[in-house]
Every structure is written in C-alpha cells, then in structure tokens.
C-alpha cells in the first residue's frame, strides 16, 4: 500500500511540477555534454585545456556529466533559477550516436521531474546521415530512445529537435535524395506511426534573406532560432558588421539579428541569447579579437532584459520562447552555470529578468 501511495505521489509531482510552455516567457538551456572522461574531444581527459583557464573552474569542480548526481545538482540549479528545459548537443556519425552521457545521467536523475528535455541535434559532419535508409535508422532512434519520454519537450503537442546547422541540413537532404521539405516529413510521418502527432522541428539560422525568407519557409522548419551569433547582419551580406570585438559588440550584433528575424519570418523565432564567447581554451577564433567577447555579469543581464523586452512585444512571434547560450560552454566561453569565479552571478540575472510573476 505505501509503494502504491509513493508512485501516486511520484506521478502527481511530476505532473504538476514540469513547466508548461507558453504561459509565460519559457527559457531554454543549451548544455554541452563533453565533459566525462568517455566522450568528448579531449577524452579521457576533457578539462585539461579549460584548466589553463582556473577562472572558468565549476562551482562543481571538474566533474563528469556521465554522473547522475552531476546532471541532478545542475538541474535543480536551472530549475531553481526558472530555466524550463534544457537541449543537450547531440551527435550522429558513421551511423550511430555518440555517446549520450549527459542525456542518460539526466534521464537517471530525479531531479528531472523538474524540467524537460530535447535534443539538439548537432549536424556538423556534411555525411550524417550519408544515406535514405542512415536517416530512417536515426529518426528511429530518435523515436524509441527519447521522443516517447514523458520527460521530452513538447511544444504544440509535439516533441521537438533542435538543428544546428542550415547550411548542412540543407546538404543532408540532397545527400539523401530529397528535398528538405519531404526529409522532415518523413521523420514526422515515423513519428505519427509510433501514436505521436509529429515532430516540431527548429532550425538555427543567421538573419539573411536567403535563409529566413527563402529557406526556411519552404523547408518544413516549425520554427527559427541560434545556438550563438558572432556578428551582426540584416538581410544580406553588405550589411553584415565585423566580428564581434567585446561583448557590446556581440550584444548588438545579436538585437541586430533578433529585429530583423522578428520584423520579416513568417513562422515563429525563438530569441537566442548569449553569455559571451572566448574560444581562446579550444585554440582561439580565427579573429583573435573576437575572443574580446565575453561579458560581465551586468552587461549580460542588460542583454538579457533586451531580449525580454523583445520576446514581450512579440509573444505570438516568438511563443514566448528564449534560448540561452549557454550552459557550459567551457572551451567557447559561453558559461551561465555557477563558476569558483563568478557564483551564481549568471544564473541570478536569468532569475532577476525572467522569475515568474506571482
């Protein structure tokens, strides 16, 4: 009787604890699940270069991510601090996944109850999938693994995939003979068979005309958004600023994006925000001054309030949806969670603008 009353108890808590999305701004998490001695880059060792860097150290220390109490002390952090759910980067290549890690300490962890998933599926190798029956054999994977989870993020009563890359997604479609279009409906098709109404999918794109205007709205994305920005542009090249040089600078490259995006896609942007770059730990940008661009605690914040003020004025535009960029970013310098050096700096100017009304 008392395990019966527990699951009861279980079921009711997860139920009634796990955001729901659109009732106000919903933030989303981008996480890097490189840092455990199986999966990474630098494997076995995955912190030695960040360790150059001792004020980028965790709050955490060097941990593993592959460890459950690892991924439940960092969601009850981001659902302490109102981040709604978290996409992990997600990799596919020479036919099966890497590792999931992170995502399988996650799905361990019991903190979950607290906040969703997704995958973000980090599309980087122009070969994966290589071919029709590859991308079949993904989207299966996709489906029986994670998109049935009770856990997954759903917007519109569908699970979603975020994709990294337009240019390569672009170039998986020819790979495997079909248009963009028909590769998704193809997944969605798969996932309507499985007794789901679909698949949300959403697509990472800078603000030019040719992918916001022509692409994207023949492409069969659901919606736009950015795992990060580097510089500003609206509409076409010529417009296109310099790399960023300090975090002011990245800062109005992104509202430059974000306006333009917002003022001329006809489905739906999740607004992209970032706590800065400096891939100096990973072998520096190829422009060395634009690892000037990480932030500080306040000029984040004075970002984040643009980005809010923005996803306000356009709820229905952006259904009230904000990506940050992002969690642990380590070798990139794009860091939110709490640090030796900053605290809970980052994590309180997500609380300060985004904390829910009473």
Known sequence: MMRSK??????????????????????????????????GLFAPTPWRHIQLYPDREPLLGWYNDEKMETLNQQLIWMADYKVDFVAFAWYWYKGVPRPETAVRAYLN????????????????????????KEWDEMIEYWLNRHLVNPEYLQIDGKPVIFIFSADFFREHAKTIGLEPAGMLERAREAARAKGLKGIYFVLCVVATDYWVEIF????????????????????????????????????NGYQMQWKWILSHSKIPYFVPMSSGW???P?????????????????????????GYELITRNPEKTKNIGMLCCWNEYGEGSIIEPTKHHGFEYLNRVYKVFKRKK
């Open 109 to 132: 962890a019991p903190s979950r109850v607290r906040i969703r998933y997704a995958l973000l599926w980090a599309n980087h190798f122009k070969d994966a999938p290589g071919s029709l």
């Open 278 to 280: 400096d891939k100096r």
């Open 6 to 39: 527990l699951s009861f108890l279980f079921v009711f808590l997860f139920i009634f604890s796990r955001p729901v999305l659109g009732a106000e701004i919903s933030i989303g998490m981008y996480y890097y699940g490189g840092w455990s001695p199986t999966y």
């Open 216 to 251: 994207a709205p023949v492409s069969g994305v659901d919606a736009l958004t950015a795992y990060n920005y580097h510089f500003g542009v609206a509409g076409n090249l010529k417009t296109m600023t310099r790399f960023s040089q300090s975090y002011s600078e990245l800062d």
């Open 282 to 306: 990973w072998g520096g940008s190829k422009e060395p001054f634009h690892d000037n661009s990480m932030s500080t605690p306040d000029e984040f914040e004075r970002h984040l309030r643009a």
